[in-house]
């Protein structure tokens, strides 16, 4: 379910498992791409090979933070500007050298192109326990810490397809599901546990889920 007016947010994990000409996802500047439309164009041509060895990962050091644009450095052979590729020279990325054969009809370079956009990567991500009170059933599961709990509830819907049928309290109180939990005073205290060492699903903060009894349809 896509919440009309609010971005797809994504973990890295979930981008990481995106890893194959096929099926190819990256990351860059706090967005997430999906490249599998420009593997299946450039199919076969070595100036994708940069692109597939960075498939699932995040590609933010290709570009300048500034100016959001590919990284350059100065030619020490011609002294020239050009861009910065130390893995190689990849799709859209012009020669150092003139060169006639190079064909600069694409349009929009694909990192300019949101046609390949499909989302927002989370800028911290963390783990949160879903107790089931009906069947007592637990579930640790990740979340990106921007989302609301109707965005989390969708996370949890593929280990309880009727989670929309129950009331989500934390503490006793039930959770505002328009809100994040940090704005259901779900604080993160991952950094806490990780000072003391506390890296166990023991301490997780809990949300319970009750049974409403108006069971709905998978």
Request: glycine fraction near 4%; charged fraction near 25%; hydrophobic fraction near 30%.
């Amino acid at each position: 379910m896509v919440i009309i007016g609010r971005p797809k947010y994504y973990t890295p994990k979930e981008v990481s498992v995106h890893n194959t000409t096929d099926d190819l996802w990256v990351s860059f500047l706090g967005k997430v791409y999906n490249l599998t439309p420009l593997c299946e164009k450039y199919k076969g041509d070595i100036l994708l090979k940069p692109v597939i060895l960075s498939a699932g990962k995040d590609i933010t050091h290709w570009f300048n933070s500034k100016t959001k644009e590919i990284r350059t450095h100065v030619d020490p052979q011609t002294n020239c500007i050009i861009p910065y590729c130390p893995n190689g020279r990849f799709v859209h990325i012009p020669p150092p050298y003139p060169d006639s054969n190079w064909a600069n009809d694409f349009g929009r370079p694909w990192w300019k192109d949101d046609a390949y956009l499909v989302g927002i990567l989370s800028q911290k991500t963390r783990l949160i326990k879903i107790v089931n009170t009906l069947t007592s059933q637990e579930q640790v599961i990740e979340v990106c810490s921007e989302e609301i709990l109707t965005e989390v509830q969708e996370r949890y819907m593929k280990y309880n397809a009727h989670a929309g049928s129950y009331t989500w309290k934390y503490e006793g109180k039930n959770l505002d599901m328009s809100k994040t939990l940090t704005e259901n005073g779900i604080e993160d205290e991952d950094e806490e546990f990780y000072q003391l060492s506390m890296n166990d699903d023991t301490y997780l903060q809990s949300i319970q889920l009750y049974f409403n009894d108006d069971l709905t349809e998978a």
